[in-house]
């Protein structure tokens, strides 16, 4: 067992921005032409990136606003960097033509019915290669029952990945027990980095998140989370932007919202624009206001 007595707490946490290594996403310098292409599909040359997530079927079922990925998702794709979601939506639902970074939900096994940690892979990476998908999404269950699972979940997954060229994101997630601090996500982010994750998604926290981007040695983005008034979801994005994320993957922040095409932009022009919560809110009001009228 590992002596975990007299350990101190990790305090020096600096430089959390881009490393001057001549490739635009954190962490990935030094990896395959093939794999360094899909982060590009993902990250603009900025180094950011506007992810929106519509995966949440795979456990969740039809929940608002994903009724009918057709008709409500699929016109919102061409205003994402990347888009996040399962092969069955993918293949039914988005049109081919599509230039969105492809983020496959690779994870699965339990509905909102039972114990979420219990997971296992549930996508060949060979269905990856012919999906054209640019990376693959897996949760990772730090403090959960069925931890060690998604850990080996996540190697077994990396190393499919890395044959391949193709990049993997580790979602941590949380459980409803679990503390969001940003020490535990420092663990959780951490350990799926060690463990080869070429991107990591987390949650933002008020206190100590620039710790949580500039300890993870690969680029953050930031989950949505539950439904916020669209000013507090705009400035949980722009805090998130000015403390070391790489980007946000929103889902029910923006297709919950009354004007969905409207919050992804105000979204968009805080995360690459630097846009201030009250600006990009006012953006949003201007842009639901024509969509309104017309």
């Known amino acids: 067992m590992a002596d975990t007595d007299g350990l101190l707490d990790a305090r020096t946490f600096t430089g959390g921005g881009r490393p001057a ?9 030094a990896q395959d032409w093939g794999l360094q292409n899909r982060l590009s599909r993902i990250f603009q040359p900025n180094g950011r990136t506007v992810m929106l997530a519509f995966d949440h079927g795979y456990f969740l079922g039809p929940m608002a606003g994903l009724e009918r990925i057709d008709t409500m998702i699929a016109p919102l794709v061409p205003d994402a960097d990347a888009i996040m979601m399962t092969r069955g939506a993918l293949r039914t639902s988005i049109p081919s033509h599509s230039t969105a970074g492809v983020v496959l939900r690779a994870s699965g096994g339990p509905s909102v ?22 990376a693959l999404a897996i949760q990772v269950f730090i403090g959960g029952e069925h931890e060690s699972r998604s850990v080996a979940n996540l190697a077994t997954l990396v190393d499919a990945g890395q044959r391949h060229g193709i990049a993997v994101l580790g979602v941590t997630a949380v459980g409803k027990d679990m503390v969001r601090d940003a020490r535990y996500f420092r663990l959780a982010t951490r350990i799926s980095a060690e463990m080869g994750a070429h991107i990591v998604k987390t949650y933002y926290v008020n206190e100590g998140f620039e710790t949580v981007t500039a300890s993870c040695p690969v680029p953050i983005i930031v989950a949505g ?7 507090d979801a705009l400035t949980m994005a722009y805090r998130s932007m000015q403390e070391g994320a790489a980007g946000v993957d929103m889902g029910r922040n923006i297709f919950q919202s009354e004007h969905p095409a409207a919050m992804l932009a105000a979204v968009r022009a805080v995360v690459h624009d630097d846009l201030k919560p009250a600006e990009a809110y006012e953006l949003f009001q201007d842009r639901a206001a024509g969509s309104a009228a017309s």
């Open 225 to 231: 989370g539950k439904k916020l008034p669209e000013l």
């Open 21 to 29: 290594t001549g490739f635009h996403v954190k962490g990935a310098h």
């Open 113 to 134: 019915l039972k114990d979420l940690s219990d997971e296992h892979i549930a996508l060949d990476i060979e269905d990856a290669v012919r999906l054209n998908a640019a």
